[in-house]
């Protein structure tokens, strides 16, 4: 079984891939006050870096049409928006804005107030996007992730405790913060994937990721250890962190551009398949399949997998072939394509051949499965039936589906001139014999000192 998903490809002849648009926006909150930046009106300043996906690279650019979930990025302990350039230049080409809040920089920061000010850039970006006035109308896709490094990390878990406008959180080696986000994640519901480098010894992960991520009470919830990884290197260089890192004796063994490549290949298909309602096969996939990495999950979605009973024609009815199809796991409803045109779940009239299905989830999750039906002839032991015989099309194959008994005795099948056709152990039911071109007539099968008559009439 083959699963596919579905990429687009830009070609230099159509649409070219989105450039990356840069604004600042100064939000609010009248009830609060201190912040960063000025100009958003009463109340506590929250300057905020946006990157969207643009018609043209740069400050100010029109944004490119289409709709487009939020991802809000907060910063770690006095580290600045811009060592995130390498998570924004990643995501926004991808198909997201990314707000970044620059208020809690300082030495004494409040924890608390930061996972508020996210809170804030998430609604006042929501509203942006109904505000006839503001370059993202009718841009913003009502979906929301609330992410962030280190302290900005710990502080996403506080900001999405009963928030309603978040849809599923990403921390990047988050830290335990004042108040405690390993409390504060037991009210978190929503989808969530913790990050920890291995060699972290700023945020120990058996201190700080892991008791946030064994503390959620998030529907699906992952926890992925990059192999010698460290804390800083989910962003680019900042002196502080870098700083902050080398003296903590952490054991990094890969390096930043790995760290960053690993994280990139799990984020995506993470965020689009919970902001974007795209395949979860796709992200479950690369975690199965990507070296590196260790992960944890707790998560109650079944891969989409298909599987059919089989009905093969016969020779008194050549056309009388059917599939009937067990469709579990991925996203209801279903869409169906058969390789002989038949858009349904369960074909009939099927004559002997080979019949591939794809089957589509709503996610658009893709699995193709193929059945390979065979004329069905009598096959007589002194006058009974006991045994199934199939013929391969076009293959000359004499299958023997025999009785569990006899597994592990020798079997030799000899034609009507006494010659061995076909030898060996039996290890399974099913032998497959290749005969002569006209395979038709009087065998004899030898199990152990016992011979068998049979008689293939096709």
């Known amino acids: 079984m083959r699963i596919h998903w579905v990429l687009a490809v830009w070609l230099s002849v159509g649409i070219l891939p989105a450039q990356v648009g840069h604004t600042t926006i100064v939000f609010n909150d009248p009830s609060r006050t201190g912040g960063f930046g000025s100009g958003g009106g009463p109340g506590r300043q929250i300057q905020t870096e946006i990157y969207y996906p643009a018609t043209v690279t740069g400050d100010d650019t029109p944004i490119r049409p289409g709709l487009y979930p939020i991802v809000i990025i907060g910063h770690g302990f006095v580290m600045v928006w811009s060592a995130y350039q390498n998570l924004w230049e990643a995501l926004v080409p991808a198909g997201y804005i990314v707000a970044l809040p620059r208020t809690e920089g300082s030495l004494s920061p409040s924890h608390q107030d930061f996972a508020l000010d996210m809170q804030i850039v998430a609604n006042r970006m929501l509203l942006e996007g109904k505000d006839p006035n503001s370059r993202f109308y009718g841009h913003i896709h009502p979906k929301v992730a609330i992410t962030g490094h280190s302290m900005g990390g710990g502080c996403a878990v506080l900001a999405a405790q009963q928030f309603p406008n978040v849809h599923c959180i990403v921390g990047f080696a988050p830290a335990n913060t004042n108040p405690s986000a390993i409390i504060a994640a037991a009210n978190v519901t929503v989808p969530a994937l913790i990050f920890s480098g291995s060699g972290d010894s700023v945020t120990p992960p058996y201190q700080h990721q892991l008791p946030i991520y064994q503390a959620l009470s998030s529907s699906c919830k992952w926890y992925v250890s990059l192999l010698g990884g460290g804390h800083c290197y989910f962003a680019n260089p900042n002196f502080n962190c870098d700083f902050g890192e080398s003296?903590?004796?952490?054991?990094?063994?890969?390096?930043?551009?790995?760290?960053?490549?690993?994280?990139?290949?799990?984020?995506?298909?993470?965020?689009?398949?919970?902001?974007?309602?795209?395949?979860?096969?796709?992200?479950?996939?690369?975690?199965?399949?990507?070296?590196?990495?260790?992960?944890?999950?707790?998560?109650?979605?079944?891969?989409?997998?298909?599987?059919?009973?089989?009905?093969?024609?016969?020779?008194?009815?050549?056309?009388?072939?059917?599939?009937?199809?067990?469709?579990?796991?991925?996203?209801?409803?279903?869409?169906?394509?058969?390789?002989?045109?038949?858009?349904?779940?369960?074909?009939?009239?099927?004559?002997?051949?080979?019949?591939?299905?794809?089957?589509?989830?709503?996610?658009?999750?893709?699995?193709?499965?193929?059945?390979?039906?065979?004329?069905?002839?009598?096959?007589?032991?002194?006058?009974?039936?006991?045994?199934?015989?199939?013929?391969?099309?076009?293959?000359?194959?004499?299958?023997?589906?025999?009785?569990?008994?006899?597994?592990?005795?020798?079997?030799?099948?000899?034609?009507?001139?006494?010659?061995?056709?076909?030898?060996?152990?039996?290890?399974?039911?099913?032998?497959?014999?290749?005969?002569?071109?006209?395979?038709?007539?009087?065998?004899?099968?030898?199990?152990?000192?016992?011979?068998?008559?049979?008689?293939?009439?096709?």
């Open 247 to 458: 003296s903590a004796g952490s054991t990094i063994t890969i390096s930043r551009a790995q760290q960053q490549s690993f994280t990139t290949r799990i984020l995506l298909p993470f965020l689009n398949a919970c902001l974007k309602d795209s395949c979860m096969g796709k992200f479950l996939d690369t975690l199965s399949t990507i070296s590196g990495i260790t992960y944890q999950s707790a998560c109650p979605y079944q891969p989409l997998s298909v599987s059919g009973q089989i009905t093969h024609p016969t020779y008194s009815n050549p056309s009388g072939g059917s599939i009937t199809l067990t469709v579990v796991g991925g996203t209801p409803p279903y869409q169906y394509q058969w390789s002989h045109g038949f858009t349904g779940s369960d074909p009939t009239g099927l004559s002997a051949g080979i019949y591939s299905v794809q089957v589509r989830d709503a996610a658009g999750c893709e699995v193709i499965q193929t059945f390979v039906l065979s004329l069905t002839s009598s096959l007589y032991e002194d006058g009974k039936k006991p045994f199934i015989v199939y013929s391969l099309p076009f293959q000359n194959m004499l299958i023997l589906e025999l009785h569990p008994d006899y597994i592990e005795q020798d079997w030799c099948l000899y034609n009507s001139l006494g010659q061995i056709v076909g030898q060996g152990r039996i290890e399974s039911v099913r032998i497959e014999v290749k005969l002569p071109p006209c395979g038709a007539g009087l065998y004899r099968l030898v199990i152990g000192n016992q011979a068998k008559s049979l008689l293939w009439m096709p």
